[in-house]
């Protein structure tokens, strides 16, 4: 199922994969907003998969590699 961080706002998902962190958060002027809604979907499983390097505000993640 892909979704909008506004249209996730409220549900939980066991795993959850976030494409383009850096986009979410250059939408718009809530987009730092949309992106907490976003990473706090998952219950069990956060991924989050970005072109180049992360964003800052993802700097304290720790990175796997696969």
């Known amino acids: 199922m892909l979704l909008t961080p506004a249209q996730a706002k409220g549900l939980e998902f066991d795993a959850v994969l976030i ?6 958060i250059a939408a718009n002027p ?3 907003n949309d992106l907490y809604v ?8 956060l991924g989050v998969v970005h072109p180049g390097p992360p964003p800052a505000e993802l700097s304290a993640m720790r990175e796997i590699r696969t």
């Open 19 to 24: 494409a383009d962190p850096a986009a979410i």
């Open 30 to 32: 809530l987009g730092h």
């Open 38 to 45: 976003a990473m706090t979907r998952a219950t069990r499983g």
